[in-house]
């Protein structure tokens, strides 16, 4: 991607916006009227998210972003068509007041299957079965009963479950679920929060047993989400992973600034710094964050595994990035490491 581009689309943003407001003014998208001020604020959206695509060279995130937001106004009665018209009104917007736009047209392109979605479902088909682990703890997460939520979890790893298999295959997909039906407004945003205070009170619960049979390799790693990141439940999960592989391991959260993040590897001599990033808009920080370590001669031993949803989304981030490597999730997380410093 040609910074040229990128620049005039950040400097016309502006006369780019004006111009879809205008073309779009008096018509009737649809069924539903949105009301200008709204469809303002989404259309510099979908320009903020193409520019941020652009600059690390990636359509395919440009394309999960607009799956995502067709899928969430969709669930607020605003219809596919409206988001298409928008986007071809964008790309006009674009063709007449940048210069080259070519590199543009992969973007655009890639979003289009984006508009097709699949049917909504009703929030019964989507749940995992009634009677599976997953499908009784999403249950008991939406209805709020955060006791059952507890007892089943608990009893599940009393009667023998591992941990690792509750983390990746009731957490993980519960919380991701959970996200879900928060955005297709089947749940509302309080239920989406008590989920996740849920899960992290049980998580806190199962602890002190990540600790039983593990036997220490000797190596140490940090575990942060960066900067102004809030999502930190999967960097949480992807540090136990690690503890329970025989790592020490240190989750830090979120909100290290990257000074911060520096004086910790100095004061704790890490063998490995694991970064997570779940929203796009944070690839920036990251990309400064790790910039800013590489300088440092003194941490030239220290390796960078960063993760999270734009990671995998596009698989080639963490390379623009400047990481040493990405996992999927926590388990392969596991692998990718123990491969760099050869551990069987
Ligand atoms: C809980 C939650 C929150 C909580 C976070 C609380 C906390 N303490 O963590 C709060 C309320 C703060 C929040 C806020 C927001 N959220 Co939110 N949130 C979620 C939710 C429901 C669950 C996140 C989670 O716990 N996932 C569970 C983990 C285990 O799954 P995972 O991320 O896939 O992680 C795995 C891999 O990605 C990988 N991995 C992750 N990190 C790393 C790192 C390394 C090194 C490696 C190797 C691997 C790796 O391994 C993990 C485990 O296997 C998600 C839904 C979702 N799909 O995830 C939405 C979601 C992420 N949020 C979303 C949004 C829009 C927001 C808000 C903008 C608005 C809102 N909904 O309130 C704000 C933005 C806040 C901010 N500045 O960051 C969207 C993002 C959409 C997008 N395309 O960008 C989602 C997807 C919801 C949705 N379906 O629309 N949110």
Same mark, same amino acid.
């Given at each position: 991607?040609?910074?040229?581009?990128?620049?005039?689309?950040?400097?016309?943003?502006? +006369?780019?916006?004006?111009? /879809?407001?205008?073309?779009?003014?008096?018509?009737?998208?649809?069924?539903?009227?949105?009301?200008?001020?709204?469809? %303002?604020?989404?259309?510099?959206?979908?320009?903020?998210?193409? *520019?941020?695509?652009?600059?690390? !060279?990636?359509?395919?995130?440009?394309?999960?972003?607009? +799956?995502?937001?067709?899928?969430?106004?969709?669930?607020?009665? *605003?219809?596919?068509?409206?988001?298409?018209?928008?986007?071809?009104?964008?790309?006009?917007?674009?063709?007449? $007041?940048?210069?080259?736009?070519?590199?543009? %047209?992969?973007?655009?392109?890639?979003?289009?299957?984006?508009? !097709?979605?699949?049917?909504?479902?009703?929030?019964e088909?989507m749940l995992a079965p009634e009677n599976d682990l997953q499908g009784k703890y999403i249950r008991h997460l939406v209805n709020g009963d955060r006791h059952l939520a507890r007892n089943l979890i608990m009893d599940a790893f009393h009667s023998g479950k591992k941990i690792k298999d509750i983390y990746m295959n009731v957490f993980a997909p519960a919380q991701r679920m959970i996200?879900?039906l928060?955005?297709?407004?089947?749940?509302?945003?309080?239920?989406?929060?008590y989920a996740t205070a849920v899960t992290q009170l049980i998580m806190s619960e199962l602890y002190p047993h990540i600790f039983h049979d593990t036997?220490?390799?000797?190596?140490?790693?940090?575990? /942060?989400?960066?900067?102004?990141?809030? $999502?930190?439940l999967a960097?949480r999960m992807v540090t136990d992973f690690?503890e329970m592989d025989?790592?020490?391991?240190?989750?830090?959260?979120?909100?290290?600034?990257?000074?911060?993040?520096?004086?910790?590897?100095?004061?704790?001599?890490?063998?490995?710094?694991?970064?997570? /990033?779940?929203? =796009?808009?944070?690839?920036?920080? =990251?990309?400064?964050?790790?910039?800013? &370590?590489?300088?440092?001669?003194?941490?030239?031993?220290?390796?960078?595994? /960063?993760?999270?949803?734009?990671?995998?989304? #596009?698989?080639?981030?963490?390379?623009?990035?400047? +990481? #040493?490597?990405?996992?999927?999730n926590a388990d392969?997380?596991i !692998?990718?490491?123990?491969?760099?410093?050869? &551990?069987?």
């Open positions: 991607m040609h910074n040229h581009t990128i620049e005039q689309l950040k400097s016309k943003k502006q +006369a780019i916006v004006k111009f /879809v407001m205008d073309k779009s003014s008096g018509k009737k998208i649809g069924k539903v009227d949105l009301a200008p001020d709204l469809f %303002e604020r989404d259309v510099n959206y979908i320009l903020d998210y193409l *520019i941020q695509s652009a600059e690390f !060279n990636s359509p395919l995130l440009f394309a999960d972003f607009t +799956a995502w937001l067709t899928d969430l106004l969709v669930n607020l009665k *605003i219809e596919p068509d409206h988001v298409r018209l928008s986007y071809d009104f964008i790309r006009e917007g674009i063709e007449n $007041h940048i210069d080259h736009t070519g590199i543009l %047209e992969e973007y655009f392109e890639l979003s289009r299957e984006a508009f !097709n979605l699949p049917p909504i479902l009703d929030m088909t996200g879900y928060w955005q297709t407004n089947k749940i509302s945003v309080a239920q989406e929060h036997q220490f390799n000797g190596l140490k790693m940090a575990g /942060v989400a960066i900067g102004s990141e809030l $999502h930190e960097i690690f025989g790592w020490d391991s240190y989750f830090y959260g979120a909100n290290m600034p990257v000074q911060s993040i520096m004086k910790t590897l100095d004061q704790g001599k890490f063998d490995l710094l694991a970064l997570s /990033v779940t929203m =796009m808009v944070h690839l920036n920080e =990251m990309k400064k964050i790790i910039t800013e &370590i590489r300088r440092q001669e003194r941490f030239k031993t220290v390796k960078i595994l /960063v993760g999270g949803n734009p990671l995998n989304v #596009d698989p080639n981030l963490w390379k623009t990035l400047g +990481a #040493d490597g990405t996992a999927k392969l997380a !692998n990718v490491a123990n491969t760099w410093f050869n &551990i069987s």
